[in-house]
């Protein structure tokens, strides 16, 4: 992993980037702390054009997004659309928003409908990404709602966006996910687990927590991963002290010489 690989996902940052003005702040500070890539997700609204004005103007680049689930499914060309005006060509699917994961129509239902968005993107040299949560790790048949889901779409329709923190969370393996994913997988986030003294799993700094992240970078690595990217969905101060902690953990531990 390079460090030009390394980018952050926006939603950490989520109240820092409602308006343009608190976008750009944020943006500066993201690039001074020594990310040169950014996902966007939960920012604004801000026009597509800004968006792009602002992040060339700090020195980033953005490197995928997460766009809205039902517009994904129902609207992949306004998909397509917008992540042409950001000159992006990876976008996820961030949650399966009113799927009920115990029925399972509604889960052929989701996969069906991945498969076909993800065709609308792929056709426009775009790829669509599953941003996994802990839910997709219940059991369908022999296997989990997660392992359906990639066996039932294309895998040029339907890249994944591993979260390392919730493939922990729902009890799987994110070293054995990457390889499974081999060849699947442009986009990884890379999110700390840990346990508070109340015995509750939270999530932390990148280093700060109990993963093993030297054999996860090189699992994502081998299977072809693109970019490698910060989140961390709560944070215990500051999130640019997170962001930047995490950043330094891994300049200093998991980057290449």
């Known amino acids: 992993m390079k460090l030009e690989q390394v980018a952050l996902q926006f939603y950490t940052l989520r109240e820092h980037a ?13 690039r ?3 990310y040169t890539a950014v996902q966007l997700s ?6 597509e054009e800004e968006i792009v004005r602002i992040l060339k103007g700090e020195g980033l680049v953005c490197c995928a997004t997460h766009e809205g689930s039902d517009t994904i499914l129902q609207e992949p060309a306004k998909v397509v659309d917008r992540l042409k005006k950001l000159g992006c060509p990876h976008t996820a699917y961030p949650f399966p928003r009113g799927v009920d994961f115990g029925d399972p129509k509604s889960v052929a239902a989701l996969i069906e409908g991945l498969d076909q968005a993800g065709a609308v993107l792929a056709a426009a040299g775009q790829t669509l990404s599953y941003h996994n949560h802990g839910i ?11 392992d359906a889901i990639y066996a039932g779409t294309k895998p040029a329709h339907l890249k994944a966006e591993l979260d390392t923190y919730w493939v922990q969370y729902g009890g799987g393996d994110p070293v054995a996910w990457c390889e499974k994913m ?5 986009l990884i986030h890379l999110k ?12 932390c700094e990148i280093g700060n927590g109990n ?7 090189a699992a994502a690595e081998k299977a072809g991963c693109e970019w490698f990217i910060v989140e961390q969905d709560t944070c215990p101060g500051d999130p640019f002290d997170s962001i930047r902690q995490s ?7 998991l980057v290449a010489p």
């Open 18 to 30: 409602k308006t343009a003005a608190d976008f750009t702040a944020a943006c500066k500070k993201v």
């Open 32 to 34: 001074e702390i020594g």
């Open 42 to 47: 939960a920012i604004g609204p801000i026009p």
């Open 136 to 146: 997709e790790f219940v059991r369908h048949g022999d296997a989990t709602v997660l």
């Open 182 to 186: 081999a060849g699947r997988m442009p």
């Open 192 to 203: 700390d687990y840990t346990f508070t003294t109340e015995n509750k799993p939270t999530f």
């Open 211 to 217: 993963l093993d992240f030297r054999r996860i970078v």
């Open 247 to 253: 950043f330094d953990y891994i300049r200093d531990h």
